[in-house]
Nanobody, 125 residues
Framework: QVQLVESGGGLVQPGGSLRLSCAAS????????TGWFRQAPGKEREFVAAISWSGGRTLYADSVKGRFTISRDNAKNTVYLQMNSLKPEDTAVYYC??????????????????WGQGTQVTVSS
């Protein structure tokens, strides 16, 4: 079992920055892939970024490449999503997820086994 709790969301102006955190507990954190997804009102959940268990490999959606950075601190059981140059279209609920079976970084939501409750990010002037 893995428990995931996101934090760090909020209201930010276009062009601003936020850093999301996802604190994990349960299964050994350094043994699984973690990812970030987001879901805007009326839209399907979409992939944002993922990171391997070691932090050595990352994957990003084209829409956030160059603006967002995913990282993890295995000593703190936490994964981060640094979001810069935020745009109104980044507004969504952001979810942290864990993939515990294959060790492959994935962009498909159905491959993830555990999910957090989400944190709201609103980009607006």
């Amino acid at each position: 079992q893995v428990q995931l709790v996101e934090s760090g969301g909020g209201l930010v102006q276009p062009g601003g920055s936020l850093r999301l955190s996802c604190a994990a507990s349960g299964r050994i954190f350094s043994s699984y892939v973690t990812g970030w997804f987001r879901q805007a009102p009326g839209k399907e959940r979409e992939f944002v970024a993922a990171i391997s268990w070691s932090g050595g490999r990352t994957l990003y959606a084209d829409s956030v490449k160059g603006r967002f950075t995913i990282s993890r601190d295995n000593a703190k059981n936490t994964v981060y999503l640094q979001m810069n140059s935020l745009k109104p279209e980044d507004t969504a609920v952001y979810y942290c997820a864990a993939e515990v079976n294959t060790g492959r970084i994935e962009g498909r939501a159905r491959k993830y086994d555990y999910w957090g409750q989400g944190t709201q990010v609103t980009v607006s002037s």
